[in-house]
């Protein structure tokens, strides 16, 4: 029973519902071109009564031809309940919000947007309908719509009915956002096949689906189109070649230029052009340049020049460690390519062929010299050689040089040879006592000096020089050692000092001593003869020799002086036959004048040599030499003699037995005084010579 009561209350209220005023058709957005009629529809039910639109808020009335809107009217049955809002013709200002009301029930619609369409204007094209371009410039065609078009619309551009690609799109906005206008851009670069042809530009929107177009005509000018050909086009060196230059323009030629690597040929003129070949043609080709009133064009070409090989660049030198690669490259230029081979300075064998050369863990033995060279050309000319170095860095290798046997406490001197790359950071020299870099440093003193080149045949080295002074026993029993380094190492080697005896020149001294002996008793001889076999008058004359240590130099010219005054003058003789050697080996002489001369001995020895002007020459002073050994002095600037007989010479710095022909011209005074001589003034001008250390020798003149 229960069921069937509720069945009946629901049917009772549904009853109720469907007589309560609604909504069967609300409004909906509507989108209207521009002009056409706009249609809302509006349907109620269970309504009887006012029904009314609203445009943004705004109630239109609620008559159905709703005065004060002419384009505006409500149509439908109104029992029925149809209240349709009409627009006819729809103009911009009738896009808006609209709603339909029951006002007495209280009812509203949703709103309904009206959306107007504005179908675009036709677009124009700048520079239209009949457009100038150039053939190759690159050009923009531009193509603009005006207008209030909605929505905006799209440009697009066709050719043949193809769509172009490459465009820009550009739009300008007003005020409150409504559209000024719209353009599209088109870049492209026209060629000669586009010569009148016709591009189209249409405007196409939702308000016009098949758009507007707007077409134009493309018409072209172009610069010359250049064809240049060489006969022949492969010549050998030194043959004549024909350049012939053809073009097409438009408007028509106006000149032709000629070039040649970019620098014109002067005088050339016309389209054609005769020239000698060489190498050059090959890289710099030849160009020929036409002109109109719109532009240039230029071509060019290269002459198959035939030539021998040409040196382009030279292999570098290059310096690597040990264990390293080296490579070198050379480049050669020849037509057709000159065959390049590698091989070492003085040997036949190639290394490689082409323009490198690579060496792979040199070793030291790798070092030296490395040519390129390029066989001649077809036509048998050209080619050549290149050379380069290859410096093997490498620890120093020190090799020791032939140093002389040396006495003892005597000079010596120790050499050793240095091939080191990179150069050695320090040469340094070792023994038991120390070592020494350079300098001195006592007895020792280190020199060192550049190697000659192409010493050891291994290129610039050092001689690195280690001189003793005074050398001693342990110099001769233990070794010295020449050392050097660098960045990758260490080099020496050993030098033991050579030892020369003394006993071999016991004899040879003996030997000299009993021919200096014997000579001397010949020029004794000789000298007694001349003394005795000379006429002369006897003279008083005293001879006095500076730097005598006894009382024979302080004799004043009161010594007396005997002779003729009618003779010539006086001839000195000389007797050496009382000269005797005394137990020490110097001369003892005897005094023939009994004291009357008073002259200091001469020392007489043999001259080993003779030096010009009369002077003695001896070697310089070896270590066998006696300390003390005086040193000789030519005297023929103070005294204006020459020694007699070129036999006798004069010792340290004592006068040599006199010449005749000094005191020649000597005549008697009859009264001695003092000499005229300024204070201090010795008598002689040879008075500073060293003090003599040998006993006197007596003279009678």
């Given at each position: 029973m229960l069921v069937p009561a509720l069945l009946v209350l629901l049917f009772c209220f549904r009853g109720r519902a469907d007589r309560s005023p609604h909504f069967l058709q609300q409004p909906e957005?509507?989108?209207?071109?521009?002009?056409?009629?706009?249609?809302l529809p509006c349907v109620l039910g269970a309504y009887r009564g006012l029904v009314q639109w609203t445009k943004d808020g705004l109630a239109l009335g609620g008559e159905r031809d709703l005065p004060g809107w002419s384009r505006y009217w409500i149509s439908g049955n109104a029992v029925s309940g149809q209240h349709d809002l009409h627009i006819r013709p729809v103009e911009l200002e009738d896009e808006a919000s609209y709603e339909c009301q029951a006002t007495q029930a209280g009812l509203r619609s949703r709103p309904a947007q009206l959306h107007i369409l504005v179908p675009p204007e036709a677009p124009q094209v700048l520079g239209g309908p009949s457009v100038s371009l150039v053939v190759g410039v690159p050009a923009n065609l531009t193509c603009q719509s005006r207008g209030d078009a909605r929505?905006?619309?799209e440009l697009l551009w066709f050719r043949d009915g193809v769509r172009l690609d490459?465009?820009?799109f550009h739009q300008n906005l007003l005020k409150e956002g409504t559209t000024g206008s719209v353009e599209s851009t088109l870049f492209f670069t026209p060629s000669s096949h586009d010569d009148g042809a016709t591009l189209v530009c249409r405007a196409r929107s939702q308000a016009l689906p098949t758009g507007r177009d707007t077409a134009i005509t493309?018409?072209?000018?172009?610069?010359?189109v250049v064809t240049l050909s060489a006969e022949p086009q492969t010549v050998p060196e030194g043959e004549k070649v024909t350049f012939l230059c053809q073009?097409?323009?438009?408007?028509?030629?106006?000149?032709?230029?000629?070039?040649?690597g970019g620098s014109p040929v002067l005088g050339a003129r016309g389209p054609r052009l005769e020239v000698v070949a060489d190498a050059s043609f090959l890289t710099e080709p030849v160009s020929c340049e036409v002109s109109n009133a719109v532009g240039s064009a230029n071509r060019s070409t290269a002459l198959d020049v035939l030539f021998g090989p040409i040196l382009l660049a030279k292999p570098e030198p290059m310096s690597v460690d040990v264990g390293e690669d080296a490579s070198f490259s050379c480049a050669w230029r020849g037509n057709p390519l000159p065959r390049v081979t590698w091989t070492r300075h003085g040997g036949t064998q190639v290394l490689s062929s082409g323009p490198t050369l690579r060496l792979q863990s040199v070793g030291p033995e790798d070092a030296g010299n490395y040519v390129c060279r390029a066989e001649p050309g077809l036509l048998g000319l050209g080619g050549g050689t290149a050379e380069a170095r290859l410096t093997v860095n490498a620890p120093p290798v020190v090799t020791a040089l032939h140093s002389a046997p040396a006495f003892l406490r005597g000079p010596a001197r120790l050499q050793c040879l240095v091939f080191s790359s990179p150069a050695p950071e320090a040469v340094v020299w070792s023994w038991d006592e120390g070592f020494l870099e350079a300098g001195s440093r006592g007895r020792f003193l280190v020199?060192?000096?550049p190697a000659p080149e192409g010493q050891g045949g291994k290129g610039p080295g050092l001689i690195s020089v280690l001189h003793i002074s005074g050398t001693q026993e342990s110099d001769f029993s233990s070794g010295f050692n020449c050392s050097a380094r660098n960045r990758l190492g260490e080099g020496g080697t050993q030098i033991h000092l050579g030892r020369r005896d003394l006993l071999p020149t016991v004899p040879m001294v003996a030997g000299v001593a009993a021919a200096?002996?014997?000579?001397?008793?010949?020029?004794t001889v000789v000298a007694l003869c001349c003394w005795r076999h000379t006429s002369f008058s006897k003279q008083k004359n005293l001879v006095r020799i500076p730097g005598s240590s006894d009382g024979s130099s302080s004799r004043g010219p009161e010594e007396e002086e005997t002779g003729s005054g009618e003779e010539r003058g006086p001839i000195v003789h000389t007797d050496h036959s009382d000269l005797v050697l005394d137990e020490e080996g110097a001369l003892e002489t005897k005094d023939p004048t009994n004291g009357y001369y008073k002259v200091r001995g001469v020392s007489v020895s043999l001259s080993l040599g003779e030096a010009p002007g009369g002077g003695l020459f001896l070697p310089p002073s070896s270590p066998l030499g006696l300390p003390g050994t005086p040193t000789f002095y030519d005297f023929n600037p103070h005294l204006d003699m020459v020694p007699p007989c070129r036999l006798y010479r004069a010792r340290a710095g004592y006068l040599t037995t006199p010449h005749p022909r000094a005191f020649a011209n000597y005549i008697k005074p009859t009264s001695f005084g003092p000499p005229d001589l300024a204070s201090g003034t010795p008598p002689f001008p040879y008075a500073a010579f060293p003090m003599p250390s040998h006993p006197r020798l007596q003279t009678h003149v």
């Open positions: 957005d509507l989108v209207v071109l521009l002009g056409e009629e706009a249609r929505p905006i619309p490459g465009t820009t493309l018409s072209l000018q172009y610069p010359p073009a097409t323009a438009q408007p028509p030629v106006t000149g032709y230029r000629w070039a040649k020199e060192t000096f200096a002996t014997t000579i001397l008793m010949a020029i």
